[in-house]
């Protein structure tokens, strides 16, 4: 199961963390992504991490947005900074092949 949180209403360039407790698998295996989709748009991941720490980033966001795990507590976190209202979307985590079923996502809405 995973669960996402830490949505909510930001100005632009304001900064938010997004946090997503997994729980019911061996959470420090696998690697992690987090995705985002907007109305109308298909969903897309914004970054990785593997088991090992690696991380990786679309251009979209590279710089912006940091993504973390703390195995101790089967989390993944997303620090989101410098945040644009092209952000907006409800954003959610999973395996980088979108293996498990899909949390209820946490909504971030970027606007004055």
């Known amino acids: 199961q995973l669960v996402e949180s830490g949505g909510g209403l930001v100005q632009p360039e304001g900064s938010l963390r997004l946090s997503c407790a997994a729980s019911g698998i061996r959470f420090s295996i696998y690697s992690m992504a987090w995705y985002r989709q907007a109305p109308g748009k298909q969903r897309d991941l914004v970054a990785s991490?593997?088991?090992?720490?690696?991380?990786n980033y679309p251009d979209s966001v590279k710089g912006r947005f940091t993504i973390s795990r703390d195995n101790a507590k089967n989390t993944v976190y997303l620090q989101m900074n410098t945040l644009k209202p092209e952000d907006t979307a409800v954003y959610y985590c999973?395996?980088?092949?979108?293996?498990?079923?899909w949390g209820p996502g946490t909504q971030v809405t970027v606007s004055l």
């Open positions: 991490i593997a088991s090992g720490g690696l991380t």
């Open positions: 999973n395996h980088p092949d979108e293996r498990w079923p």
